[in-house]
């Protein structure tokens, strides 16, 4: 088993309710070697006492500032990581929620020197393209942080650039030359080429995701085993030219499994055992395991901007146990 990357993802761990602790080690239990989790988790920020790395002053970020909180949090929850055996994947910007949250711009935009606004057409200029826009080296500034705390407590983390980044309002040459930075700059650092992950909109040409992929180590495909019960097996097998391929239940939705708060289904222990035996037969050694169930209906909260906060005591680790049990054999 020691050659399979097994990840128990909690998305929102940084703002999460529960035992972090314990749900760590019930997850070492189920095979998870890995924990993916977000760095900017801008669809659960508090209201009325937002906590990003930035001090935020009631209206926008403090820039020259860091948020003690934060950094207090990211410290305990990589350090109990680091105590269950468990590497660290963080995801350092979420695209995704930036497309489907635009109402939300003020959280999300906390690394701009300024709030954004958005052009005559509507879009915002995330990444720092336009002239006069600090966004870039904002983003820089936390990336370092965020490598400077994981060396300084020992810690040996996989660095994911930005979940489902490739979205519309930015031209490919603009989000490929974005994607080059932060790569660049988390290199610049002293992170390996081979502990980097992108997990670029899945459904583009590969003639756009092949050279984005080879700017890192690692390209894992999301949905994989969701809606149909299927994974694009072409997709990933033209992938593999560029990069070690990896799967992700993220972007499961119709899956036989828990459901979380609005009703999308994640995968189940059937549906895990079937993936695994596909990842065997196709040289597949990597799987992120999105338990939806711990931010099921129950989780509902007045203190979040989504109405939502995920409790990982209400973990549903029995998929993940199935797919390890699966693959050992």
Known sequence: MSKYILSAGCYELLYAKGDV????????????????????????????????????????????????AYWKRFVYVIGRMKKHGIRPHIVLFDRCSWKMRQAWIKYCTWFNAVQLKPDAQGKYDHLGQNKGNKTLAHQKKFVRKIVEKCKKYGVDAEYEICNEY??????????????????????????????????????????????????????????????????????????????????????????????????????????????ARLMKQRGITRYDFKDRGISDITTESSLTECGVISNVDLAHLEPLAAMYKELSK
């Open 21 to 68: 602790d314990a749900w760590l080690a019930k997850a070492k239990a189920a095979g998870a070697n890995s924990c993916r989790f977000f760095a900017e988790a801008s669809w659960i920020i508090s209201k009325n006492a937002v906590m990003g790395p930035f001090k935020y002053n009631g209206s926008k970020f403090d820039l020259s500032k860091w948020d003690n």
């Open 166 to 275: 490739y979205w519309p309002g930015y031209t490919t040459a603009q989000g490929a030359a974005w994607h080059k930075a932060i790569s660049d700059q988390l290199i610049a650092v002293g992170v390996k080429r081979e502990n980097l992950i992108t997990s670029i909109k899945w459904d583009l040409d590969m003639d756009i995701l092949g050279p984005l992929a080879k700017q890192v180590g690692w390209y894992q495909f999301h949905g994989a085993g969701g809606r149909d019960g299927e994974i694009i097996w072409r997709a990933v097998e033209a992938m593999k030219k560029y990069a070690k391929v990896g799967l992700s239940s993220d972007g499961v939705f119709g899956g036989d499994g828990w459901a979380d708060n609005e009703g999308h289904q994640g995968n189940s222990v059937a549906e895990m055992k079937k993936i």
